[in-house]
């Protein structure tokens, strides 16, 4: 179900997720959507926030974005909102990156090996490391960080051995948060990093209340990763999906004008694909 705004103020801000709402999950968003995100960026400040790595977005989105004085417009929030990058007119620059320390990373990549051997989750043949140090997060993935999707599936169909090591994890870091992640992953993070955190500190740096953001996404129900943003009391899309997503946001773009600085940028790409 979608919630409109109640005023006719335009968002000062517009929020994506990333998997399943503007892309499918850990894919390259469709053609169609790259040329309407542009096109917005022509219109509105934009941020796209999700708990992957900022390498995940750079792959899923913003190599599929044309390179102009646009990009100033997006805000690019990996992990949560812990790490944050901004278009310099030549790269993706970070702001600031919150990792976890030494010592929370040394405790974390400590506790999930020695937890991995004692359930008997260790594997002499991996494709790729095991553990990763993300900065913001430590990653085990029981079969390597490069295994072929059909052998993760296979691995742990019930969720059970991810449920067991995040259970041995979380009760020997209590200061730490540990959540099972993707098909085989565990994930070891900062306590009380959620979508919500991440909005929070782009507020911050960008000088805006919560009442100038409009966000999309596709898991705003109670126990959705979106649902922190709704709980924070900003004004909420539902999507079903990418192409949901689309339809909204080429409604949307019929709606908000050009912004001055964007009109000199010229050769919009011709949206390719139906709407
Ligand atoms: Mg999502």
Excluded at 212 to 237: K, S
């Amino acid at each position: 179900m979608r919630r409109t705004r109640a005023g006719s103020r335009p968002p000062r801000m517009i929020v994506f997720d990333l998997d399943d709402t503007l892309a499918p999950s850990k894919s390259p968003v469709d053609p169609s959507v790259a040329v309407l995100l542009y096109r917005l960026l022509g219109r509105a400040s934009v941020c796209i926030i999700s708990g992957g790595r900022f390498e995940q977005f750079r792959d899923q989105v913003l190599a599929a974005l044309p390179t102009t004085p646009r990009l100033l417009n997006l805000h690019v929030m990996p992990t949560c909102g812990t790490r944050y990058h901004r278009w310099d007119g030549a790269q993706w620059a970070l702001e600031y990156a919150e990792d976890l320390d030494a010592d929370q990373k040394q405790r974390a990549v400590a506790v999930l090996s020695e937890g991995a051997d004692v359930l008997g989750l260790s594997r002499a043949h991996t494709w790729g490391p095991v553990l990763e140090d993300r900065g913001s997060q430590i990653t085990f993935s029981a079969l390597g960080q490069q295994a072929p999707v059909g052998e993760k599936r296979a691995w742990d169909p019930t969720g059970s051995k991810r449920e067991q090591l995040r259970r041995y994890a979380a009760e020997r870091l209590p200061d730490l948060e540990v959540r099972s992640g993707g098909s085989t992953s565990v994930d070891v993070t900062r306590a009380g990093i959620d979508k919500a955190y991440g909005i929070r500190r782009l507020c911050e740096r960008n000088g805006l209340q919560l009442s100038d953001l409009l966000f999309v996404g596709d898991r705003l129900d109670p126990g959705g990763n979106d649902y922190p943003v709704r709980a924070l009391g900003v004004e909420c899309v539902a999507v079903t999906g990418w192409e949901d997503t689309r339809a909204w946001v080429a409604g949307l773009l019929a709606r908000l004008p050009v912004l001055p600085e964007a009109e000199d940028i010229p050769s919009e790409p011709a949206v390719t694909g139906s709407l």
